[in-house]
């Protein structure tokens, strides 16, 4: 599975952006699929992530209420709403997919495949 990211740009506080992350390579409809992101100088952490069908979605606690993940099996791609963007929020963000469905959702070990990354960065 390839991932590619898109999406990130340059946005004031308080402003949206939508990332989108489109796979190729086999479909990702049975995957679980997860955002991470990293800013300079920061460990890779957990955004949020969503169930293979989209039933359930997770989202670590500075987020919640902000983002909105959820993805499109129809077109193999996985979407992240963010709104009332911070400064806090600037960092590259990472897509992920998870072959299986065992394992903390939060955890960067569980996901198998990766995308390259886009930056966003948040302007006070």
């Known amino acids: 599975v390839q991932l590619q990211a898109s999406g990130g740009g340059l946005v004031q506080a308080g402003g949206s952006l939508r990332l989108s992350c489109a796979a190729s390579g086999r479909t990702i409809s049975s995957f679980r699929m997860g955002w991470f992101r990293q800013a300079p100088g920061k460990e890779r952490e957990f955004v949020a992530a969503?169930?293979?069908?989209?039933?359930?979605?997770y989202y670590t606690d500075s987020v919640k209420g902000r983002f909105t993940i959820s993805r499109n099996n129809a077109k193999n791609t996985l979407y992240l709403q963010m709104s009332t963007l911070k400064p806090e929020d600037t960092a590259v963000y990472y897509c992920a997919a998870a072959k299986y469905l065992g394992g903390s959702y939060s955890l960067a070990s569980v996901y198998d495949y990766w995308g390259q990354g886009t930056q966003v960065t948040v302007s006070s």
């Open positions: 969503i169930s293979w069908n989209g039933a359930s979605t």
